[in-house]
């Protein structure tokens, strides 16, 4: 069964920009959006939630005025959060990303619902980053 992705009209080829570790950033995520292209970034990326909070501002303010300058509409964005033990930003970034209604959101490295049930409340799409079955089948049962 095919699906549409509710996005799918502001993208001119169906391509994810990956989050890379220490290489995206704003720039980066501005120019693949205006692009039709989703641009990712990891939350990490900015060594701070405050300067995580700042990058999605910027992102933000950059394609709302793309879109008022040019009357054309962006790609979303999408940020990857690591939600593993060991990240003890987690909480504090998830709250910036509704905060900020992310668009999109990428989990790696484990499955939190409670992070699926508040990106899925402003209507975000939450994507899981997985490398076998099993991790597929965790993240489908939390929601993904």
């Keep these: 069964m095919a699906r549409r992705l509710p996005y799918q009209d502001s993208l001119s080829i169906p391509v994810v920009a990956a989050p890379m570790f220490l290489i995206s950033g704003p720039r980066l995520v501005i120019e693949c959006c205006k692009n039709g292209v989703v641009g990712t970034f990891p939350a ?5 939630t405050e300067g995580f909070d700042d990058w999605l501002s910027e992102i933000e303010g950059a394609l709302d005025g ?9 790609a979303p964005y999408g940020v990857n959060l ?7 930003r987690v909480q504090a970034d ?27 409340s402003y209507g975000g799409l939450v994507y899981h980053d997985v490398t076998n079955r099993r991790h597929a089948e965790k993240a489908a049962a939390a929601g993904v």
């Excluded at 690591?82 to 003890?88: C, D, E, L, Y």
């Excluded at 910036?96 to 990106?119: E, F, Q, W, Y």
């Design 82 to 88: 690591i939600v593993h033990r060991t990240n003890p």
């Design 44 to 48: 990490l990326n900015q060594r701070t």
């Design 66 to 74: 793309f879109r008022q300058a040019d009357g054309k509409s962006a």
């Design 94 to 120: 998830l709250e910036v990303v509704v905060k900020h209604r992310v668009p999109i959101v990428i989990t790696s490295l484990g499955a939190v619902s409670g992070l699926v049930d508040a990106v899925h």
